[in-house]
């Protein structure tokens, strides 16, 4: 079976400070990856997926995230975090059936 | 984009009653939807996946028969908690895909928080 790994459960940034939230997964196929975002008592929005081609896929709110084959890791990113960044972050992979399994989260709190 | 709306937001019931959540795409078909829980602190783990017309596909450990699903429309899909207890009381979230883009993200309503009494 499929499985995700946020090894962070939580994270504190600096505000304008660089973001790195780490994903590995586990698929034994090309996977299709997403980053969601989900603040307190929300739905999940998307943030960015990765299907295929360019390995640096670029989302909204400034987020970037590279996908590494040979580290199956897909790393999220952010140059610079603004207080308004602050939430949990899950990392998922797409399987059969379109399913998605989740990461167990990384919440972000960012200190001013 | 694409919108999923999930009513009501948050619901508090007493123990053995039942109580409805609904989830609709409001500018897409969806075909497929998913629905998904999530206990404080912790990740979603999905329930059930419902087909338009067709039965719902429940994942090992969910009980069928407390965890009604229908999804009788391409807009519409509801999930029925019955015979509520409080170990019941878990936010629930449900998504939402369309056919018409292969491989398409999945797209969430905003939850439902549950309190049984």
């Known amino acids: 079976a499929q499985s995700v790994t946020q090894p962070d459960i939580h994270i504190t940034v600096s505000e304008g400070a660089s973001l790195e939230l780490r994903c590995n997964y586990s698929y034994g196929a090309t996977p299709y990856l997403f980053w969601y975002v989900q603040s307190p008592g929300q739905g999940l929005q998307l943030l960015l997926k990765?299907?295929?081609?360019?390995?640096l896929v670029q989302g909204i709110k400034g987020f970037e995230a590279e996908f590494k084959r040979s580290q199956s890791s897909f790393n999220l990113r952010k140059p610079s975090v603004h207080w308004s960044d602050a939430a949990e972050y899950f990392c998922?992979?797409?399987?059969?059936?379109?399913?998605?399994?989740f990461g167990a989260g990384t919440i972000l709190r960012v200190k001013s | 984009g694409a919108v999923v709306s999930q009513h009501p937001s948050w619901v508090i019931c007493k123990s053995g009653t039942s109580v409805k959540i609904e989830c609709r795409s409001l500018d897409f078909q969806a075909t497929t939807m998913f629905w998904y829980r999530q206990f404080p602190k912790q990740s979603l783990m999905l329930m059930a996946t419902s087909n338009e017309g067709s039965k719902a596909t429940y994942e090992q450990g969910v009980e069928k028969d407390k965890f009604l699903i229908n999804h009788a429309s391409l807009t519409l899909s509801t999930l029925t908690v019955t015979s509520a207890h409080p170990e019941d009381s878990s936010f629930y979230i449900c998504s939402a895909r369309t056919r018409k883009v292969n491989h398409s993200p999945l797209h969430f309503g905003n939850g439902t928080r549950l309190t049984v009494t």
């Open positions: 998922a992979v797409m399987e059969y059936g379109n399913k998605l399994v």
């Open positions: 990765y299907f295929s081609g360019d390995t």
